[in-house]
């Protein structure tokens, strides 16, 4: 909770001098190469999110409820409350080349647009994720788990099915901009639909692999590494 509350302010003031620096194009190439998409910074909000999560969950399936509860909360409170508050001040004419720091600029932080690092984004998402956890332990917990077996399997693999997705995503943008050089990766990109597409492939690609192989290849690999340190520890 209060990563969220306090990174995206971090996160925007490093945005904002990136922005405004002599050397933009190389300091933007840095972020990159850090993936600064992902700020770490937020993101490890997420992590923590996850974590407590999974403190919750290893009590019983039983305690999804309070994930679903609280997760609904927090979605409400980002995108109901505090999420408005910052698109107001950014849709407003006046709000150009505000300075960091300043009212509007700390107001402009509590907006919830999809990726804009701000705090309605943060509680929001972070919010709907820990809501749909809660929801799927819920549902599995009845016979219609067998319906949703598909999604089960991505679930058993995530960090497989994540790294999958980038791939297939950095492949995709490179064969369309070789056959349209002017195509933009980012809105051009996204009028080609490209989520349906990869969210069936990714869960065909899971189920397959679930019932061929087992685990993930990817948490297979992290299994493996972390067993190694392990085992050099002892």
Known sequence: MLLALTMPFVVMAIDYNVANSSDQQEIEDALRILGWNYPFLLWTAFIAAG???????????HRAWILLVVGAAFS?????IIGPI?????????????EAWSDAWIQSVMQDGPHSSGIGEALGSGGFA????GVCMLICATPMRWLLWPIRAAGSMPLTAYVSHIIIWAVWISVEGGRDPNLDEWTDFRELAPFWPMTVGVLIGCSSWAALAGKGPMEALLGALTSGRQLRRT
């Open 86 to 98: 910052g698109n107001r001040v950014i849709a407003s004419d006046s709000f150009v080349n505000e």
């Open 76 to 80: 409400f409170v980002g995108y109901g």
């Open 130 to 133: 820990l809501a749909a956890i």
């Open 51 to 61: 974590m407590g999560a999974g403190r919750v969950l290893s009590a019983g399936p």
